[in-house]
Nanobody, 125 residues
């Protein structure tokens, strides 16, 4: 059974940085697409970024391009989300997701089979 455990969330001032980690276990991830989504109170879960585990090819939502970067460490089975120039509107619970797929439809929640428990990111103004 695939398990995803996020860490690295916290409280940061606007303009600051955080790095989220997602430790993956229980599977062989070469055929997986990994992603980060976020959900603010009262809002839908929105796509942030995705990465093909095998090739390292990445996708980023327009709202975070140039500020956030998704990456992975094969040896550690870990996916990262480096977040720079944080804004108050980035405040949300951030979720790691995994899908055993090579679909190009990476920005929808239904693509993913497994989810982490989430980690809170709060950006103060």
């Amino acid at each position: 059974q695939v398990q995803l455990v996020e860490s690295g969330g916290g409280l940061v001032q606007a303009g600051g940085s955080l790095r989220l980690s997602c430790a993956a276990s229980g599977g062989t991830f070469n055929s997986y697409t990994m992603a980060w989504f976020r959900q603010a109170p009262g809002k839908e879960r929105d796509f942030v970024a995705a990465i093909r585990w095998s090739s390292g090819y990445t996708y980023h939502a327009d709202s975070v391009k140039g500020r956030f970067t998704i990456s992975r460490d094969n040896a550690k089975n870990t996916v990262y989300l480096q977040m720079n120039s944080l804004k108050p509107e980035d405040t949300a619970v951030y979720y790691c997701a995994a899908g055993r797929t090579f679909t190009t439809v990476v920005a929808t929640t239904r693509t993913y089979d497994y989810w982490g428990q989430g980690t809170q990111v709060t950006v103060s103004s």
